[in-house]
């Protein structure tokens, strides 16, 4: 009777948590429980500034946060094998597939922004600003073992070797540069020094004045001594436009503004320590998003976010393709599909 009297408190619990957004505390009594997350490097920093600032609290709540890549993360969360999917790029239609064949039901829940952000050399002093177009010229895959120098992509840029450096295959930043910049996700040249870990592609453009690369905006942040970001001249645009909290918030950073996502298995849900640190982490996502250098969304969507994981509602808002520059007011009206 006392173990049906506990769990019935953990399940009340745990429904105060959904409406209040409140968490649990830890009480010597409880039992070691474990949150596996695994996924994008990019989401990574959000996700374990969370847990983290959730354990002070809740210390008998342990983590396991992986960087596998967020195509490498929804491998394992589609196998059930964690309960939250970081995401740095919205679930795809063979993801969607094989979830529903493992019966992996999930929430998808967008947590921040983020801007790619093209990089290079402290010490390249010609690089002034990059198009969109000279971007796809280094980039497509057309350009593989053809485009090796710098003046291959602009005449007005020195007869150099480049380096390229980027993100590998599992990496949602691969696949989401590659459908703004290439026209269609993973379509990409592949010779090229590639790495799941940014801070691998961090140290490799540090370590050479011809390398370029692209990064997620907290990376590029932190490593501001290491590196020197490029304004980016959409397509269209007058002036090429620095990655910045600014010019994601009024979209003037195109096409490389993008947002950011967890996913969490709903069976998981059903667990009070996964449940409490979901709503947590929703409710504490502005300020920690900040902390760690990110962007956050406007409280509007945190709120609408916050209403849509306590209504469980199951599925994506893409639908299991990737879209640029959509907003995450629309996405979040929309129905989700399994």
Known sequence: MKTN?????????????AATGFFLLSTPSQAQTLVKIDGSSTVFPISEAVAEAFREKNASVKFTIGIAGTGGGFKKFCQGETDISD????ILKKEMVECAKNGVKYVELPVAFDALTVVVNPRNSFLKKISVEELKTLWEPAAQA????????NPGWPKQPIKLVGPGADSGTFDYFTEAINGKAKQSRTDYT???????????????VNALAYVGFAYYLENRKKLKAIPVLANGANVAVMPSPQSVSDASYQPLARPLFIYVNAKALERPEVQSFVSFYLNQAEQLTKQV?????????????????????????????AEVGVTIEELLKREPKQ
């Open 146 to 153: 053809k485009v090796m120098s710098w003046n291959q992509v």
């Open 194 to 208: 590639s790495s799941e870990d940014d801070n691998v592609i961090v140290q490799a453009v540090s370590r050479d």
């Open 293 to 321: 250098k990110y962007i956050p969304l406007n409280k509007k969507d945190y709120q609408h976010t916050i209403i849509n994981f306590q209504n469980k509602k199951l599925g994506t808002a893409f639908g299991g393709e």
């Open 87 to 90: 995401a740095s790029r919205p």
């Open 5 to 17: 009297r506990q769990e019935k408190l953990l399940l009340s619990l745990s429904l105060l948590v």
